[in-house]
């Protein structure tokens, strides 16, 4: 059984930095593409992040110049760095991983994390 654990979130002001982290464990064969969401209240989870195994990024204009994804395959781990923080980055911060396991390598899942708040007062 693969399980995403996340951590970091918090309540900060603006213009403050904070870095998430999110760890996959279990029967691992190996981690594909990974990536952060965010959902703020009455808005649909959206895409701020992505990572590819061999390191290519993507993110959302909104972010772009303030959030660094990351990753450590050898901890199968990903980083969210996030700095100069505003207000409506405010939201539950979900990390998603595929990943395939030791019982079937030649298949990729999805697997998300618990969510963790993020909370950014002006």
């Known amino acids: 059984q693969v399980q995403l654990v996340e951590s970091g979130g918090g309540l900060l002001q603006a213009g403050g930095s904070l870095r998430l982290s999110c760890t996959a464990s279990?029967?691992?064969?190996?981690?594909?593409?990974m990536a952060w969401y965010r959902q703020a209240p009455g808005n649909q989870r959206e895409l701020v992040a992505s990572?590819?195994?061999?390191?290519?990024?993507n993110y959302a204009d909104s972010v772009k110049g303030r959030f660094t994804i990351s990753r450590d395959n050898t901890k199968n781990t990903q980083y969210l760095q996030m700095n100069s923080l505003k207000p409506e980055d405010t939201a539950v911060y979900y990390c998603?991983?595929?990943?395939?396991?030791?019982?079937?390598?030649?298949?990729?899942?999805?697997?998300w994390g618990q969510g963790t708040q993020v909370t950014v007062s002006s």
């Open positions: 990572i590819i195994s061999r390191g290519r990024t």
């Open positions: 279990g029967s691992i064969f190996s981690a594909d593409a």
């Open positions: 998603k991983a595929n990943i395939r396991d030791d019982s079937r390598p030649n298949v990729v899942r999805e697997y």
